[in-house]
């Protein structure tokens, strides 16, 4: 199968429906997108993040980059980045690590210009 030919599969028509049907109207009614990176390389990407940070560029939606446990991101990702939060994985779900999200959504949307909340 040539490379033409990945994109009329029927498993991925569908796969690419799904995504302008409702990844692209959630995206766009979004403030910002916060991306959980865990790391790793392009390889290793999981290809829901990497679509979602996509239209999130294309949509010049403020990011907020959440690094896992301090793993190297793409230096690429740290210059379209809004703003870097890094969490320990064990963070991930807590009211500690939700705390830490919240601030840094706070930090970057004044830092932007976008929070309209005074301190």
């Known amino acids: 199968m040539s490379d033409d030919d990945a994109w009329k599969d029927p498993d ?7 995504v ?16 959980l990176v865990k790391g ?3 390889a290793e990407t999981d290809v829901k993040f990497a679509v979602e940070l996509g239209f999130s560029i294309m949509m010049d939606k403020p990011i907020l ?4 446990d301090g793993k190297p991101i793409p230096p690429k990702l ?3 980045a809004d703003g870097v939060l890094n969490l320990h994985d064990r963070e991930l ?4 690590g939700q705390e830490k999200v919240s601030k840094a959504i706070h930090k ?3 830092k932007l ?7």
């Open 12 to 18: 991925v028509k569908a796969w690419m429906a799904e």
């Open 20 to 35: 302008a049907e409702n990844l692209v109207p959630m995206l766009a009614g979004s403030d910002l997108n916060v991306s």
């Open 40 to 42: 790793g390389t392009a």
């Open 65 to 68: 980059a959440v690094v896992l």
């Open 78 to 80: 740290l210059k379209i």
């Open 93 to 96: 779900g807590t009211p500690v």
């Open 108 to 110: 970057m949307m004044k």
């Open 113 to 119: 210009g976008l929070d309209e909340e005074d301190d």
